[in-house]
């Protein structure tokens, strides 16, 4: 699996991880999602994110127990809710989700998108815990780029901001994505194939992707995954939903589109460009 720096830290991870969102819901329950986590980390998507909102704290138990043994390999990362973002509220929920993640340390821990609770307030809370050693980095997700050049005056320590990003939903290339190249901030795209809108076979778009597919040996998600990851600060999380999927994931290592510009232009022109709007404010990022 291909890694690249996550921001401003000076870690190499990879570039194609592992989201849990409604994990506890996959068909075969808990031990399956934990053996579709596991599968993943053999095959070096070790970048795995969950949260706090997720099932009310199952998808970390599940998290947990997938690392188990394994915690030194993984870029563990976490959220936390708005309402729970007031200074105390965060140290607490960050220690709420250690224990439901058997861990002492998050690799990355996130403002799920932003609330009532003061910025100032959220944002002391992280580098307290950065201090304390209880979470390596920080960062935010659903921000725009007048949120994020608000908590960028607060502190420059911003790492991350994690949108929604797939091929029929680009609105952050207008704003959010030139902001976070300017500012050395990783962009991480969740929901990367969108919320069952993904292109199908019948349609235009769907036939196009084959077709580049095709000539790579590959699949249409793969196409999708690799054109959503082309620039250097971009990492997508893909949910973790089965083993077979986990393998599809896993296999863009061996795919190279980004450097063609043709193929970059037709994959490209699949989705719609939103130029207008926030970054996104679903709530399943």
């Not at 990367?192 to 077709?211: A, C, I, K, S, W």
């Amino acid at each position: 699996m291909e890694r690249r720096r996550f921001g401003s830290t000076k870690r190499e991870i990879a570039v194609i991880g592992q989201g849990t969102w409604d994990v506890e819901k996959n068909q075969g329950g808990a031990i399956a999602a934990t053996a579709a986590l596991r599968r993943g980390l053999d095959l070096g998507m070790t970048h795995i994110d969950t949260a706090e909102m997720y099932g009310g704290g199952a998808a970390e138990e599940i998290v947990g127990e997938a690392i188990a043994g394994r915690r030194d390999e993984v870029f563990l990362v976490s959220k936390v809710l708005p309402q729970h973002a007031s200074r105390q509220g965060t140290l607490a929920a960050c220690d709420r989700s250690l224990v439901r993640l058997n861990t002492d340390r998050l690799d990355c821990y996130l403002l799920h998108w932003r609330g009532a609770e003061p910025l100032e307030d959220t944002i002391a809370a992280f580098e307290q815990l950065k201090n304390e050693g209880k979470i390596l980095s920080w960062g935010v997700s659903n921000f725009d780029e007048v949120d994020l050049a608000e908590a960028w005056s607060i502190a420059d320590s911003l790492v991350c901001n994690q949108v929604l990003y797939h091929l029929e939903e680009r609105a952050i290339e207008h704003a959010v994505l030139p902001w976070c190249i300017q500012h050395d901030v990783a962009v991480v795209a969740y929901s990367p194939f969108g919320h069952g809108h993904f292109p199908g076979p019948r349609t235009t778009g769907g036939r196009v992707l084959q077709e580049i597919a095709a000539a790579h040996n590959a699949t249409p998600r793969q196409v999708a995954l690799r054109y959503l990851t082309r620039r250097p600060p971009l990492f997508a999380i893909p949910k973790a939903s089965s083993v077979k999927h986990i393998a599809e994931n896993a296999g863009i290592a061996a795919l190279s589109v980004h450097g063609r510009t043709r193929e970059c232009g037709f994959v490209g022109a699949v989705g719609r460009y939103r130029r207008c709007g926030k970054a996104g404010s679903t709530a399943t990022g």
